[in-house]
């Protein structure tokens, strides 16, 4: 686990994105599972912060189904912890572009 006194650490919104999950695809495949869907990533992203985070210290923003991805506002060491758990194809810090 990381750091325990993170609330001083300044965050930022990350986003998380899986490696290919069968059952993801398998749901995403079957039009009548949208709602079976949305529960299965949910659920799935919220066990990998709870596994890889300590509680209280990231803040999930929301599940992208569409892409088997996540959002969440995390410390820069947070992101490195989730960026080695089982699982995670990539973790980028989220960056606003102005036009």
Known sequence: MGP?????RPTDVYLV???FDPEYDRLRRDRNAASELEK???NKHDV???R???AGT??????WVIVD????EIT???AEMLRSADGVRVVEKNQEIGL
């Open 4 to 8: 325990k006194n993170t609330a001083a």
């Open 17 to 19: 994105m899986m490696e």
């Open 40 to 42: 299965y990533v949910s």
């Open 48 to 50: 990998l912060l709870q």
């Open 52 to 54: 890889a985070l300590e």
């Open 58 to 63: 990231y803040k999930k923003c929301f599940s």
């Open 69 to 72: 991805g996540f959002a969440a």
């Open 76 to 78: 820069s060491d947070q």
